[in-house]
């Protein structure tokens, strides 16, 4: 959000809330939205080094442990380990509320 002189305007979120809408934001983009796998884990990896990219890999880890990339899984974590944590565990548990 710009103010009246064009320059970024501070937000007004905590650091919680924006966590959680970096998460929301990231789970969102790992589902493909458009054809016939409509609302699917996509196939191939979001861009790599983004939020959506970390939380692509925990969900693969958690869902098909046997198609996860080990050197994706250590790239993610070096980017941003309270993300990289707080994805592992949301991904846990959406395992297993599905079981």
């Given at each position: 959000?710009?103010?009246?002189?064009?320059?970024?305007?501070?937000s007004r979120l905590?650091?919680d809330e924006?966590?959680?809408?970096?998460?929301s934001?990231?789970?969102?983009?790992?589902f493909?939205?458009?054809?016939?796998?409509?609302?699917?884990?996509?196939?191939?990896?979001?861009?790599?080094r983004?939020d959506a990219?970390?939380?692509?890999?925990?969900l693969?880890?958690e869902?098909?442990?046997y198609?996860?990339k080990?050197f994706s899984l250590?790239?993610n974590?070096?980017?941003d380990t309270?993300?990289?944590?707080?994805?592992m565990?949301?991904?846990?548990?959406a395992?297993?509320?599905?079981?």
């Amino acid at each position: 959000m710009l103010n009246k002189l064009g320059k970024q305007a501070a937000s007004r979120l905590t650091s919680d809330e924006a966590m959680i809408e970096r998460l929301s934001a990231a789970y969102a983009a790992c589902f493909t939205t458009r054809g016939a796998n409509k609302g699917t884990l996509r196939k191939t990896a979001p861009k790599w080094r983004t939020d959506a990219h970390v939380m692509w890999n925990a969900l693969m880890l958690e869902f098909f442990p046997y198609q996860a990339k080990p050197f994706s899984l250590m790239s993610n974590n070096m980017l941003d380990t309270e993300f990289h944590t707080l994805c592992m565990e949301f991904a846990r548990k959406a395992y297993e509320a599905s079981a």
